[in-house]
């Protein structure tokens, strides 16, 4: 359908999904603070080995050689090269550095008796706390800039719905990733930063669109209105998620699992990030009672001439 002719009844559904967003944001906010988010090897510290073989190594054998030894835990990817193995386990109470690289090693060298131990390090949990508290430091920075942005962009309703929707989509992201305990690293964190962007890019489009249309169209009706932006800029919120998309589920399927945790989280997000810049934002708008008359500009006052 065109978009001279498209006609959906975008805003026929804004309250039961302006419910449940409230719903979801909540739920989030009670698992983040209840479960918490299941942090990686990058933020609680642990034990690092590299191995090194003459012939590529298969990380499926690895992972079950790991899994055998009782590291089931532990993050296996390949380091610079097939040939080359880079292992990361959890810390354990009572083990040391040293005995858990031996014991990975022996683990692995079972099925590759040419396998050669280059590196074993161990990284503190103190370590693990700084990056964590930098890491939110630098998502907290991020969203700062992103609300200055805005506020330079937008000085009115359209900025706090803007700013609401932003929020909303990190919350739930965040709160998904607390419900299915996947693993937050830094590999997530850049992810989460990636999507503040992606769905404030999106929300002003959309925003900016409604406010055009607020300001030149004859209609009175706020929700007409807004359902006739919507339907003007749905083509280009889609096309720019699906091609976004797919991009992201190639990562997910044959980019391993270095970006498996990457692709994850901006699926989930730009799922959330296009729902919300449709009915996020909407709803806010209806909620400030938005209208034609937020931008009549006033007539400056007549001065009265002196005698």
């Not at 932006?229 to 190639?250: E, G, P």
């Not at 919300?276 to 909407?282: E, F, P």
């Not at 708008?285 to 009265?304: G, H, T």
Request: hydrophobic share 50%; proline share 3%.
């Amino acid at each position: 359908m065109s978009k001279a002719t498209m006609n959906i009844n975008f805003m026929g559904v804004r309250k039961p999904l302006g419910i449940l967003s409230v719903l979801l944001v909540i739920a989030s906010v009670v698992l983040l603070v209840t479960r918490g988010l299941n942090l990686g090897l990058d933020f609680t510290g642990g034990t690092t080995v590299v191995v090194k073989s003459p012939v590529d190594v298969e990380l499926s054998q690895v992972r079950a050689d790991l899994t055998a030894a009782g590291y089931g835990d532990a993050v296996a990817q390949h380091y610079g090269s097939p040939k080359e193995v880079n292992i990361r386990v959890a810390p354990k109470e009572g083990a040391d550095a040293d005995e858990v690289g031996h014991n990975v090693y022996a683990a692995l060298k079972a099925h590759n008796g040419e396998l050669e131990l280059l590196k074993v390090e161990f990284v503190g949990p103190q370590v693990g706390d700084e990056l964590r508290d930098e890491s939110g430091t630098a998502m907290l920075l991020a969203l700062g800039l992103m609300m200055l942005y805005v506020w330079f962009r937008f000085s009115n309703k359209f900025g706090v719905a803007t700013v609401v929707a932003l929020f909303h989509d990190v919350i739930i992201v965040l709160g998904i990733f607390s419900l299915v305990q996947w693993p937050f690293d830094l590999t997530v964190l850049a992810a989460v930063l990636a999507l503040i962007g992606y769905s404030l890019n999106d929300s002003i489009v959309v925003a900016d669109r409604i406010r055009e249309d607020f300001r030149n169209s004859r209609k009175s009706d706020p929700e007409q209105i807004i359902n006739d932006a919507v339907n003007a800029t749905f083509s280009r919120t889609i096309n720019t998620s699906l091609t976004t998309l797919l991009v992201l589920v190639a990562l997910f399927f044959f980019g391993g699992e270095v970006m498996r945790s990457f692709s994850e989280a901006l699926l989930v997000g730009i799922a959330v990030g296009t729902y919300s810049s449709i009915y996020v934002v909407s709803n806010i708008l209806f909620m400030m009672k938005v209208s034609k008359e937020d931008f009549i500009i006033p007539e400056p006052e007549e001065i009265d001439e002196m005698p």
